[in-house]
């Protein structure tokens, strides 16, 4: 005959899809039932009572129970749970805190934070941003992306994130798509409506999303920032003090000069430039030769200055080519390090990502260990 302990041991291996962790760690089971001939009752309390993936967790359940020796069937009795359950699960996963806060700012937080700056729009900037989230998240790091561009928002497309984020109470669990945790505007506004907010909405908004939302542990934080030095570029830089830009500009001195402004933020602010990335570098052509559609030495010519004004080295991280696959992955919804793994776009997108993935964290905002006598 099976046991009550063997089957919440298979419980322990159900993952709840939205907040990644044991739904027998979140209050999720409410009871466990085993009648003479072997059959399990399992009662779960799902976070909401519209709980977009309910089927998927019921599925899990009735197969990791199924695996149990002795049990010869399954029946998920579903419930929802009860306020004083969602305020403890609530400040369960903040940490035991009551009020939201913004969790990559607490001590000992280990996230490494890069904001996706550039100096003027069409520099491929999302593009970037998405391939960058993918390509960690393909080799096991857990990931989160911000879309902070709340005027012209295109993550979510690029992502192919589909469905609203879930909310728990005054907490907001986001969407998940090729292993990342994406949050954006444009999951909140109808389908071709403007968002027309000026400086102390924006920064509510970007203060929210860090706050309200529910990361989780991640290891890096990607923010796709909206190009330019404007109210939100200041805004993250006040609310994440220890995040670090990279800068994306085109070859084209054009895009480099605005560029420069993008990296030179980092004088006010007091981030930190971890470098450039130069997009949309050349066209390979059929017989191997490159065409430079966009001229040369942009992002030398980026990085060569902001060396100079921030009195640090400042690299040319990458050059990433122009790429049609690139384009139609973005606009299917599936960046193309996963769709196209071997495309030259692709190749250079996973090696910007294993590189700054390396990286080591400062020891700025981190709790040391030491106590005065």
């Not at 907001?172 to 027309?196: E, R, W």
């Not at 971890?274 to 001229?295: H, K, T, Y």
Request: glycine letters at 12%; one cysteine or more.
């Amino acid at each position: 005959m099976p046991t009550e302990e063997a089957v919440r041991s298979a419980l322990a291996t159900v993952i709840d899809p939205e907040i990644r962790r044991p739904i027998t760690d979140i209050g999720m089971v409410r009871s466990v039932a085993l009648d003479d001939a072997g059959s399990a009752t399992i009662g779960i309390d799902l976070t909401t009572q519209g709980c977009p993936l309910r089927e998927k967790i019921v599925s899990d359940v009735e197969a990791a129970v199924s695996g149990v020796d002795g049990v010869t069937g399954v029946s998920v009795d579903l419930g929802v749970m009860s306020e004083a359950q969602r305020e403890a699960l609530r400040s369960q996963l903040r940490g035991g805190k009551p009020e939201p806060v913004i969790p990559f700012t607490q001590p000992g937080n280990m996230t490494r934070i890069y904001a996706i700056a550039s100096g003027k729009g069409g520099v491929g900037k999302s593009t970037v941003t998405a391939n960058l989230a993918a390509a960690m998240a393909a080799d096991g790091l857990k990931v989160g992306v911000l879309d902070a561009d709340i005027f012209g928002f295109s993550i979510p497309g690029m992502l192919g994130v589909e469905g609203k984020p879930t909310r728990l109470d005054d907490m907001v669990l986001p969407p998940i798509a090729h292993d990342i945790k994406t949050v954006s505007i444009g999951m909140f506004v109808p389908d071709g409506q403007p968002v027309v907010w000026r400086g102390p909405m924006l920064h509510r908004a970007i203060e929210q999303f860090l706050s309200d939302v529910f990361w989780g542990d991640l290891d890096v934080l990607l923010l796709d920032l909206p190009p330019g030095t404007g109210d939100i570029a200041i805004s993250v830089a006040q609310l994440l003090p220890h995040s670090e830009i990279v800068v994306v500009t085109t070859p084209q001195a054009a895009a480099a000069d605005v560029a420069e402004r993008a990296g030179a933020v980092a004088v006010q602010t007091q981030q930190g430039v971890v470098g450039v990335i130069e997009n949309m570098a050349w066209l390979e052509q059929p017989d191997g030769s490159r065409l430079e559609l966009f001229g040369s030495g942009g992002g030398t010519q980026v990085a060569e200055r902001l060396t100079e004004l921030l009195g640090t080295d400042v690299p040319v991280l990458g050059q990433v080519p122009i790429d049609v696959a690139a384009r139609e992955a973005g606009d299917a919804g599936t960046p193309v390090v996963l769709t196209h793994p071997e495309s030259p776009a692709a190749v250079a997108f996973r090696e910007l990502a294993t590189a700054l993935a390396a990286r080591k964290r400062g020891l700025a905002g981190r709790s040391l260990g030491v106590n005065p006598r």
